[in-house]
């Protein structure tokens, strides 16, 4: 059974960082990119991070290049989102997808809202 679940959302005050984290089963991790998308209330989802199967390269949403990290551990299995400098526009749903090919999973999301 294919799963994706993420954690290590929460509330954070403006400045602060989190680590989210994305853990997968039921697939063959190492061989598919990796993804984190948001959605913020009243807004569409938007692409925030990727990685590439290896964890060779990756790439950022403009809004978070230079505060987001995103990175994996194949032996683990999971995928991992590290959030710095956080701001209230970080507030949203975050949902990690797992992609190879046409074939694309997704997490069912992990609030974070940044708030004083």
């Known amino acids: 059974q294919v799963q994706l679940v993420e954690s290590g959302g929460g509330l954070v005050q403006p400045g602060g960082s989190l680590r989210l984290s994305c853990a997968a089963t039921g697939f063959t991790f190492s061989s598919y990119a990796m993804s984190w998308y948001r959605q913020a209330p009243g807004k569409e989802r938007e692409w925030v991070a990727r990685?590439?199967?290896?964890?060779?390269?990756?790439d950022y949403a403009v809004a978070v290049k230079g505060r987001f990290t995103i990175s994996r551990d194949n032996a683990k299995n999971t995928s991992y989102l590290q959030m710095n400098s956080l701001g209230p526009e970080d507030t949203a749903v975050y949902y990690c997808?797992?992609?190879?090919?046409?074939?694309?999973?997704w997490g069912q999301g992990t609030q974070v809202t940044v708030s004083s």
């Open positions: 997808t797992a992609r190879w090919h046409s074939t694309g999973y």
């Open positions: 990685i590439s199967p290896a964890g060779l390269t990756s």
